[in-house]
């Protein structure tokens, strides 16, 4: 699980691969592997969602990673 300091900060993203990924085999990553980041406002949260969407640099063009974000909200 990847998990940043969350005790201050209330707009946080959650990632997760979704179900049939090879990667959640269990001598993989496993079925329960996520992750969370989290940040002081809504703005910062919601620029790094964008950049965690864009096509990465070292990937083949049209080639994206297998994950899943969910934007995680003071009030949820």
Do not use: C
């Not at 993203?13 to 002081?40: C, K, N, Y």
């Amino acid at each position: 699980m990847i998990k940043s300091d969350s005790s201050s900060k209330r707009y946080g993203i959650e990632i997760r691969m979704p179900d049939g990924d090879p990667f959640r085999a269990v001598h993989l990553l496993g079925d329960s592997w996520t992750g969370q980041r989290w940040f002081d406002s809504k703005e910062q949260r919601d620029q790094a969602l964008m950049a965690m969407r864009k096509q990465p640099g070292n990937y083949r063009k049209g080639d994206l990673p297998s994950v899943e974000y969910r934007e995680i909200n003071p009030d949820q």
